[in-house]
């Protein structure tokens, strides 16, 4: 099996930067693709950016508009997403997902709350 743990949510204010960690442990080398998706009350989840096992960048939500980078370290089991220019509307939880011999795993979700 497969543990994602998230880290570096918390309380910003609009134009500011925030950078959110995970960090996955257990049978890793098993780990395909994995991604970062958001959710916020009343609204289906959404994808934010995804990676491929390489650290291939191959998608990023419409929203993103080139604010966000998401990158992996396979040798540290760690993929982060550097958000930019954060704006009110990206308050949400943000939950690490990733891919491992055909099961989906989740993270418990790390708050992003932007005041404006």
């Known amino acids: 099996q497969v543990q994602l743990a998230e880290s570096g949510g918390g309380l910003v204010q609009a134009g500011e930067s925030l950078k959110l960690s995970c960090l996955a442990s257990?049978?890793?080398?098993?780990?395909?693709?994995m991604a970062w998706y958001r959710q916020t009350p009343g609204k289906e989840r959404e994808l934010v950016a995804r990676?491929?096992?390489?650290?291939?960048?191959?998608e990023y939500g419409d929203f993103v508009k080139g604010r966000f980078t998401i990158r992996r370290d396979n040798t540290k089991n760690i993929v982060d997403l550097q958000m930019n220019s954060l704006r009110a509307e990206d308050r949400a939880v943000y939950s690490c997902?990733?891919?491992?011999?055909?099961?989906?795993?989740w993270g418990e979700g790390t708050q992003v709350t932007v005041s404006a």
């Open positions: 997902y990733a891919q491992a011999s055909g099961v989906d795993y």
């Open positions: 257990g049978k890793t080398w098993t780990i395909g693709g």
């Open positions: 990676i491929t096992r390489g650290g291939v960048p191959r």
